[in-house]
């Protein structure tokens, strides 16, 4: 435990050391997307004055998402490839899967911010602008939140584990920019009934369970899924890709 | 006392995929390093030499055989090994976003030190390895030799029984390279175990006491390099190069005072000279002898060299080759 709790105080340490350019690289895309989605495009009338109230927990599970990425997928990826500070990880004395699960904490930990942070900063370049119905219920939000966070760095550690850097381009493209875009980040899943039974098949989407929580924790008022699934699924991918991750991250370490 | 490292029939195959067939790194490699001891593995490059040590460093699974740390058993309590051990690996594996320091302070950390006595350590290896003044730096600012005395320092801040090195030296320019054999002096003198993989010949004879030559995953010879050296026939060697129609050999071998010649395969050399290496007594007019079998052969000599044997020439001895880069 004593190895576990060092590496994690260097990785917040490392963390709060930087925490100006991983802010920048995980709040500057909800914020652009706020101010053309939600300030701009509602003006000349080309999206309807509640996309701006649908998009706030999107935005948050998709900077939670992003920052799982930069803070566990894309880091391992360089460091099992090449730098090998990992190695110096794996000579402590603590086990691998305890080295597994301190990236996992330390991603959550820097997932969980990015979306509290993430969610004044959209409220606060909205605060002029009616029809927004965010009102943030603090005692759902921060269990959420951190789950949520759990979710994005255990997925980081699944696919950071086992992507080549050669293909971290292609990540972006196949992998992350569909999971976004069927995230249920810029719809409520409820409303997809309007599609059948293919709105079961949003459900293999991680990032919809995240998008779903934020949606009950900030905007009570839309329409969200139902709380015991929401949880289930948030909570079941979370374990699911801790347990891959850890595996993968075992054998990509330990030959 | 029970042995500082002790590895028993050790065994690793690498699982093949699809595309690759299985690779036997490791084919039953036995040894015992006494504590205090100065030990290398000595081989060409795919010999197996760091495989042996990622299995003594738990990074590497053993597929068979049982290694030792202090008596305790690395697979079966490997928290408790690591502990125990400390390594200097081939890639120089930094943590590139703290301080040179705080490099050494974290693994510190990391091993359970409290803090006063991590910061007293710090201090002083920062001193001993002359890094003071680079403290505040990144380690990635460092030159390789200052990068190299960093990560001895890392590996030393948790007192290690047993101090791994991979190839400690390799791409320092020739005084890092000697400066870094004065540390490990130093260190082997203050009473620490250490283990070298290497295939810098002068490095293994200068710093090991006892040597491990590895080739193809097999141990070939172990012992000092005194012994190792004194093992080889003759005394003496005498290299030629030598380009004929009819071979030279076998009139050469006939020759008094010539007790072996060996051919040396050299990869990646295309003349077509044949290269011999006679291992001989060398008596009075032994030179004649040979250059006179030379000429009467009809061969075309282009090199000889009489020397005493070197590591390198055991090496060549027991494997045929010279060391692979």
């Known amino acids: 435990m004593t190895a576990f709790l060092a590496l994690l105080r260097r990785d917040l340490k490392v963390a709060s050391r930087n925490a100006i350019p991983l802010l920048m690289a995980t709040l500057t895309q909800p914020i652009l997307v706020v101010l053309v989605f939600g300030n701009i495009l509602p003006r000349l009338h080309l999206v309807a004055a509640e996309f701006r109230t649908v998009m706030v927990p999107g935005l948050m599970s998709i900077t939670m998402l992003m920052a799982g990425v930069q803070g566990v997928l894309m880091p391992l990826t360089v460091d099992l490839s090449g730098s090998r500070e990992v190695d110096e990880r794996l000579l402590a004395p603590i086990s691998v899967l305890g080295v597994a699960l301190e990236k996992v904490t330390a991603g959550a930990i820097h997932a969980a911010v990015a979306g509290l942070v993430a969610l004044p900063a959209m409220m606060l370049l909205m605060h002029r602008v009616t029809g927004v119905e965010v009102h943030p219920r603090w005692v759902a939000l921060l269990p959420l939140v951190i789950l949520c966070g759990l979710l994005s760095a255990a997925f980081g550690l699944t696919i950071g584990s086992q992507v080549q850097p050669r293909f971290s381009g292609l990540l972006f493209a196949v992998i992350l920019g569909p999971m976004m875009l069927f995230g249920c980040a810029y719809y409520p899943w409820s409303g997809l009934s309007v599609i059948g039974p293919l709105q079961y098949v949003f459900l293999l989407n991680p990032l919809v369970f995240m998008s779903e929580s934020m949606r009950l924790a900030v905007t009570p008022d839309v329409a969200h899924m139902p709380a015991p699934l929401l949880l289930v699924g948030t909570l079941g991918f979370a374990v699911l890709f801790t347990l891959l991750g850890a595996r993968s991250f075992e054998r990509r370490t330990v030959l | ?325």
């Open chain 2, 1 to 325: 006392m029970s042995a500082a490292l002790s590895v028993e029939g050790l065994v690793k195959t690498y699982p093949g995929t699809r595309k690759t067939p299985a690779v036997e790194a490791v084919r039953g490699v036995s040894f015992e390093v006494a504590p205090g001891e100065f030990f290398g593995l000595l081989g060409p490059n795919g010999a197996g030499k760091s495989t042996t040590l990622g299995c003594i460093t738990t990074l590497v699974r053993p597929t068979a055989g049982r290694v030792a740390v202090d008596g305790i058993d690395v697979v079966r309590r490997p928290r408790e090994a690591k502990r125990r051990i400390a390594v200097v690996p081939q890639t120089r594996n930094l943590d590139r976003d703290v301080t040179v320091r705080e490099v050494l302070t974290f693994h510190a950390a990391y091993f359970g030190l409290p803090r006063a006595e991590r910061e007293s350590r710090a201090d002083r290896l920062l001193a001993e390895m002359q890094l003071t003044e680079k403290a505040a730096a990144k380690p990635l600012s460092l030159s390789g030799g200052l990068q190299q005395r960093l990560l001895i320092a890392r590996a030393l801040m948790h007192d290690p029984k047993v101090l791994l090195l991979d190839e400690p030296t390799i791409g320092l320019d020739p005084q890092a390279r000697r400066m870094l054999w004065e540390t490990l002096r130093r260190l082997h003198e203050g009473g620490l175990t250490l283990i070298m993989t290497t295939h810098y010949m002068e490095e293994a004879d200068r710093l090991c006491q006892r040597l491990a030559i590895i080739d193809h995953g097999k141990i070939l010879q172990l012992d000092t390099p005194a012994a190792l050296k004194k093992a080889l026939p003759g005394g003496r060697i005498l290299d030629l190069w030598v380009r004929s129609a009819a071979p030279v050999g076998p009139r050469l071998e006939a020759l008094p005072g010539v007790l072996r010649l060996e051919k040396v395969t050299t990869e990646g050399r295309d003349d077509s000279f044949e290269r011999l290496r006679l291992f001989v007594d060398p008596k009075d007019g032994l030179l004649d002898r040979v250059l006179q079998a030379v000429q009467a052969g009809e061969a075309d000599l282009q090199h000889v060299s009489l020397t005493q044997p070197s590591l390198e020439d055991v090496y060549i001895h027991l494997t045929g080759k010279e060391l692979r880069e």
